[in-house]
């Protein structure tokens, strides 16, 4: 099992950032895959972010140029710097693992965009 949480998430004004942080703990198994996911209101859940433990990323295209996603190994981490920041990014965001298991979420934590 692993568990997860999350931690950064608030209120900011359009063009201004936020940094999202995850944490796992339990039983961690390599390979795995890290990521972020969305789901603003009356949307589906979407990707978008991820990380392998290996370091390799993919973006969702809304997000690219503007969201960063990084990982640290030793501390079982990883982090989501968002930037430039606009109100379509308004969202509840959770954290997902990933490995031979299965997948495991974490409870989510609210990013709201407004001025």
């Known amino acids: 099992q692993v568990q997860l949480v999350e931690s950064g998430g608030g209120l900011v004004q359009p063009g201004g950032s936020l940094r999202l942080s995850c944490a796992a703990s339990?039983?961690?198994?390599?390979?795995?895959?890290m990521g972020w996911y969305r789901q603003g209101p009356g949307k589906q859940r979407e990707l978008v972010a991820g990380?392998?433990?290996?370091?390799?990323?993919n973006y969702a295209d809304s997000v690219k140029g503007r969201f960063t996603i990084s990982r640290d190994n030793a501390k079982n981490t990883v982090v989501l710097q968002m930037n430039s920041l606009k109100p379509e990014d308004t969202a509840v965001y959770y954290c997902?693992?990933?490995?031979?298991?299965?997948?495991?979420w974490g409870q989510g934590t609210q990013v709201t965009v407004s001025a």
């Open positions: 997902n693992h990933r490995d031979s298991r299965g997948g495991y």
């Open positions: 339990g039983s961690i198994l390599r390979p795995y895959v």
């Open positions: 990380i392998t433990s290996e370091g390799s990323t």
